[in-house]
């Protein structure tokens, strides 16, 4: 008789301690957090979010917090900040990728996620980002004048894509098997959660090949006398755009000859919106014994904004419209896209799971255990939201020479929204001028790199 109240009072207590948790954010999402950031970008320093980064600097996501302050930190100019925040994310990254140190704590981890959900699971960067982090790192070296660190970052941010491609068409074999294996899971139901996603994941190749690392990469080598990298690197990004400025690019750098004495490149690079956030999407599964319901992430397709293009003027006179680097957003979907049958399978997984647990409690303590097993179901069945939330929507670039000496550009957004750029443009160099178009705010600074 004892044991039997006992174990309903550790029903009772688990059913508390499922409230209290979900109530308290326990099992959260990343959503508010990813909010917070989004906002800060291109803004006066946001004490909330400042907060937020001291709060999780030691947690088991620290390297998002990172990579989202490194992020906030450069768009908002403190370029020796933002390296050094990188530089952090880059040493719990090393660890991350280093899976014999840390094998049996994810497995502790993903153990504990059969009965919760994934975010209990450290934040595994993906490919895609870890370029994008290797590529705004470079950035930050060009502003402090190390052109040569930056070249170091740029290959980096190279040798990742290189080992994704490699490993890309590995893993859509497994998925292909996984898929066809699990004959009892019927996966078309996915068709229509996310078919209006499809038109925007269509509008890039691949997942492994990031137009923005080629062609920022490119305009470097050519500017530090490297055309025979440049060249390379200007054939992958036509490649991937097919762009005729691309192709001007290639035409240009095939010659292999010096900048000309009488003319300076002036490179405008353009970091445009914010990247998509995820959202919560719950589905229904038929299974042989019944319907088993998952909550995984996704995207609003109305969240998405397509690129726009900017105006360069130089004086009085236009210079060109921006044209399309990389489409970020759009990368973020197909990579979300591309991980759903792994993400979905386990969901599958864990909510079988959950609900053996759910009757066996039942069985073990009648209707109180039944209703602590809904309880905890309820408040820890909820889809993993985390991502750098922070990243741009698209990038784009204009390219062009102006006469040694000092010059006033002005770059003015898709909603009228301008920034006037005061450069100096001197013989055997190349400007480099980045441009943030984010939160209906146009901001910009410059530097130079000499041959």
Not at 130 to 139: C, G, N, R, T, Y
Not at 160 to 188: C, M, P, T, V, W
Not at 394 to 423: C, E, M, W, Y
Request: charged share 20%.
């Amino acid at each position: 008789m004892r044991t039997q109240i006992n174990m309903a009072a550790a029903a009772l207590c688990l059913a508390s301690l499922a409230a209290a948790q979900a109530n308290a954010g326990a099992f959260g999402t990343y959503e508010e957090d990813g909010s917070l950031f989004r906002s800060a970008l291109n803004a006066e320093p946001n004490p909330s979010a400042a907060a937020k980064f001291e709060s999780k600097k030691n947690s088991k996501d620290a390297v998002l917090y990172h990579l989202e302050q490194a992020r906030i930190l450069q768009v908002n100019q403190n370029y020796a900040e933002s390296l050094d925040a990188y530089k952090k994310a880059f040493e719990l990254l090393d660890k991350q990728n280093n899976r014999s140190k840390i094998s049996m704590t994810r497995v502790g981890f993903k153990a504990l996620s059969m009965v919760s959900n994934e975010s209990v699971v450290p934040y595994l960067v993906p490919p895609y980002e870890q370029v994008l982090a290797h590529i705004s790192q470079a950035k930050n070296y060009i502003f402090l004048n190390d052109a040569e660190a930056a070249g170091v970052e740029m290959r980096i941010a190279q040798g990742i894509q290189r080992e994704i491609e490699l490993e890309h068409e590995k893993e859509f074999e497994k998925k292909k098997a996984k898929q066809n294996d699990g004959a009892s899971i019927d996966y078309s139901v996915l068709d229509e959660a996310f078919s209006g996603l499809d038109p925007i994941a269509g509008r890039i190749k691949n997942t492994y090949q990031n137009g923005y690392a080629f062609y920022m990469a490119a305009n470097l080598w050519e500017a530090t006398g490297d055309y025979n990298s440049a060249l390379v690197d200007f054939k992958k990004a036509y490649e991937l755009q097919g762009s005729a400025s691309f192709a001007k690019d290639v035409a240009r750098v095939d010659k292999a000859v010096s900048g000309n004495a009488k003319s300076v490149p002036v490179i405008v690079f353009i970091e445009q919106g914010i990247v998509p956030q995820k959202i919560e999407n719950k589905l229904a599964f038929p299974m042989p014994n019944g319907l088993v319901n998952i909550a995984f992430a996704s995207y609003e397709p109305s969240s998405y904004a397509p690129p726009q293009s900017l105006k360069i003027k130089l004086g009085e006179r236009q210079v060109q419209q921006s044209y399309l680097v990389s489409d970020i957003g759009a990368l973020a979907v197909k990579s979300l896209k591309e991980q759903t049958l792994n993400t979905v399978t386990s969901q599958i997984l864990r909510a079988t799971t959950k609900y053996a647990a759910q009757q066996q409690l039942g069985q073990q303590l009648g209707v109180l255990g039944q209703m602590a097993g809904n309880l905890m179901n309820v408040a820890t069945e909820r889809a993993d939201l985390r991502a750098w939330s922070t990243l741009p929507s698209n990038t784009q670039a204009a390219r062009f020479d102006v006469s040694p000496g000092k010059h006033s550009l002005q770059v003015i957004g898709p909603q009228s929204a301008s920034q006037v750029i005061n450069i100096e443009a001197n013989p055997n160099q190349t400007v480099f001028v980045y441009v943030s178009d984010v939160n209906n705010k146009i901001s910009a600074s410059t530097s130079a790199v000499t041959h």
